[in-house]
């Protein structure tokens, strides 16, 4: 059996092409019915994600565009909550003419299945020194009726290093011809999570008790950035967050309190570059994440995000199996962990404004074929899982010209739940606790 472009394509229920990129996320309601925002509009499936209706834009009750970023269940029927988000008004900080505004997250509440929508509702106060940002599709609702949403917030200095030259780019030669293929492994900024949640539907919000969530790996020593965090309840009250990092795995932190609280992040078995995960909580109890699966070794190779993976945890999130490829440009399906350090391509190349003595390109190697697949988007929907990701599909030739053809969009995978089972019906582990036991507060 191979596992490129994908593991037991067989059992694929549908597979389609959209225009939203990474803006996606998805939504069971009680009729049945799938919703699905994407920035600034919506769509409808009555069938599982397999077709969708016409577009509508989104729009407050003052007329105003909504952007949306992830969407989640009100305590209504066929109630919608969207979180959006806005851009802080210039008088209220020293800005330079011209320069963007730091972003903060808001809050829409739709309570007829999203046709009409309130006046937006700020999730956190904004911010003249940093922005608040989000991955899409990580809002949830609890067993206890919270809604958790989980930020990042980035600060520092952007697109130039510690000695104000810009930054090198990572790239490869993919038929004889320099490609750019992935950034973010020589960000100059410093990033941490924090987490808000409200307890009233989303009409008042609150943050979580003990401050930004960042990596500290030794005390007082090797500080890392945490960004993109994604959440799911594990147990009543448990809840399970993963991280993006730089450091060759996924992080996770752990809350005992329905969000109120959480653990300092600790690294994962599971091997990651920079990129994010999305976590799931199957209707069994299971857990899923989709993530980009990468070795230390094709990071170095500029061979990034090129598998897009998944993986189930059937203990509450401590033992993962049933490792799958989503797509992939390789065969195989597990990436054995390297060691937690800062991991960055070899194949790096100067801007022009960067002075000519300072790292050549002479690591750029050449390879026949380069794709890219992240940026996962995950809905369960009663026996099959959406999966959406951002993708590059591989690079070919110019029939004529000396370029390079480039595809790119957002691909949408319909699977079933047992694909993610290597293709079997799910079942518990005898060898697994179904959950971790209790464990103290931080």
Same mark, same amino acid.
């Given at each position: 059996m191979s596992n490129v472009p994908m593991t037991r394509p067989d059992l694929l229920i549908s597979t389609q092409q959209h225009p939203y990129g990474h803006t996606s996320s998805y939504l069971e309601l009680e009729d049945g019915c799938v919703y699905h925002s994407a920035w600034c509009i919506s769509t409808i499936s009555q069938d599982g994600g397999e077709t969708w209706s016409d577009e509508y834009r989104l729009n407050d009750a003052g007329g105003e565009q909504i952007n949306s970023t992830a969407n989640v269940s009100l305590n209504c029927s066929n109630g919608i909550g969207l979180v959006g988000e806005k851009r802080m008004d210039p008088s209220q900080g020293n800005f330079r003419p011209g320069k963007r505004t730091p972003r903060y997250p808001v809050f829409y509440r739709s309570e007829d299945g999203g046709k009409t929508w309130s006046e937006p509702i700020p999730m956190v106060a904004p911010h003249s020194l940093f922005g608040f940002n989000m991955l899409m599709d990580v809002a949830i609702r609890t067993s206890s009726g919270r809604i958790v949403v989980p930020f990042y917030v980035s600060m520092g200095k952007s697109g130039t290093g510690p000695d104000d030259n810009p930054l090198p780019i990572a790239g490869k030669l993919v038929h004889n011809q320099f490609v750019?293929?992935?950034?973010?492994?020589?960000?100059?900024?410093?990033?941490?999570?924090?987490?808000?949640? $409200?307890? +009233?539907? &989303? /009409?008042? *919000?609150?943050?979580?008790?003990?401050?930004?969530?960042?990596?500290?790996?030794?005390?007082?020593?090797?500080?890392?950035?945490?960004?993109?965090?994604?959440?799911?309840?594990?147990?009543?009250?448990?809840?399970?967050?993963?991280?993006?990092?730089?450091?060759?795995?996924?992080?996770?932190?752990?809350?005992?309190?329905?969000?109120?609280?959480?653990?300092?992040?600790?690294?994962?078995?599971?091997?990651?570059?920079?990129?994010?995960?999305?976590?799931?909580?199957?209707?069994?109890?299971?857990?899923?994440?989709?993530?980009?699966?990468?070795?230390?070794?094709?990071?170095?190779?500029?061979?990034?995000?090129?598998?897009?993976?998944?993986?189930? $945890?059937? +203990?509450? &999130? /401590?033992? *993962?199996?049933?490792?799958?490829?989503?797509e992939s440009l390789h065969e195989s399906t597990r990436v054995p962990p390297g060691p937690i350090q800062p991991v960055r391509p070899q194949q790096t190349y100067f801007l022009d404004a960067q002075p000519r003595d300072a790292w050549p390109a002479e690591h750029i190697q050449d390879f026949d074929q380069w794709g890219r697949w992240s940026y996962p988007m995950v809905g369960v929907v009663k026996d099959r899982v959406l999966v959406s990701y951002k993708y590059l599909a591989p690079l070919r030739p110019h029939e004529t010209e000396a370029t390079l053809i480039q595809e790119g969009g957002q691909r949408l995978k319909v699977l079933p739940i047992n694909w993610f089972y290597g293709g079997k019906q799910p079942a518990d582990n005898p060898s697994l606790k179904a959950a971790y036991e209790p464990v103290a507060k931080p």
């Amino acid at each position: 059996m191979s596992n490129v472009p994908m593991t037991r394509p067989d059992l694929l229920i549908s597979t389609q092409q959209h225009p939203y990129g990474h803006t996606s996320s998805y939504l069971e309601l009680e009729d049945g019915c799938v919703y699905h925002s994407a920035w600034c509009i919506s769509t409808i499936s009555q069938d599982g994600g397999e077709t969708w209706s016409d577009e509508y834009r989104l729009n407050d009750a003052g007329g105003e565009q909504i952007n949306s970023t992830a969407n989640v269940s009100l305590n209504c029927s066929n109630g919608i909550g969207l979180v959006g988000e806005k851009r802080m008004d210039p008088s209220q900080g020293n800005f330079r003419p011209g320069k963007r505004t730091p972003r903060y997250p808001v809050f829409y509440r739709s309570e007829d299945g999203g046709k009409t929508w309130s006046e937006p509702i700020p999730m956190v106060a904004p911010h003249s020194l940093f922005g608040f940002n989000m991955l899409m599709d990580v809002a949830i609702r609890t067993s206890s009726g919270r809604i958790v949403v989980p930020f990042y917030v980035s600060m520092g200095k952007s697109g130039t290093g510690p000695d104000d030259n810009p930054l090198p780019i990572a790239g490869k030669l993919v038929h004889n011809q320099f490609v750019h293929t992935t950034g973010h492994f020589f960000d100059p900024s410093f990033a941490g999570a924090i987490v808000c949640y $409200s307890d +009233d539907d &989303g /009409r008042t *919000w609150q943050t979580n008790s003990d401050g930004m969530l960042f990596i500290l790996n030794d005390w007082n020593a090797n500080f890392a950035s945490v960004n993109e965090p994604t959440v799911t309840e594990v147990t009543p009250g448990r809840l399970l967050m993963f991280f993006r990092t730089g450091l060759g795995r996924l992080f996770q932190s752990w809350s005992t309190d329905d969000g109120e609280s959480w653990t300092r992040p600790r690294p994962t078995c599971l091997a990651a570059c920079t990129t994010p995960a999305q976590l799931r909580t199957l209707p069994n109890g299971h857990l899923l994440c989709v993530w980009n699966q990468t070795s230390e070794q094709e990071v170095q190779l500029g061979l990034n995000r090129t598998r897009l993976s998944s993986a189930i $945890s059937r +203990d509450g &999130g /401590r033992v *993962w199996e049933f490792y799958q490829n989503i797509e992939s440009l390789h065969e195989s399906t597990r990436v054995p962990p390297g060691p937690i350090q800062p991991v960055r391509p070899q194949q790096t190349y100067f801007l022009d404004a960067q002075p000519r003595d300072a790292w050549p390109a002479e690591h750029i190697q050449d390879f026949d074929q380069w794709g890219r697949w992240s940026y996962p988007m995950v809905g369960v929907v009663k026996d099959r899982v959406l999966v959406s990701y951002k993708y590059l599909a591989p690079l070919r030739p110019h029939e004529t010209e000396a370029t390079l053809i480039q595809e790119g969009g957002q691909r949408l995978k319909v699977l079933p739940i047992n694909w993610f089972y290597g293709g079997k019906q799910p079942a518990d582990n005898p060898s697994l606790k179904a959950a971790y036991e209790p464990v103290a507060k931080p």
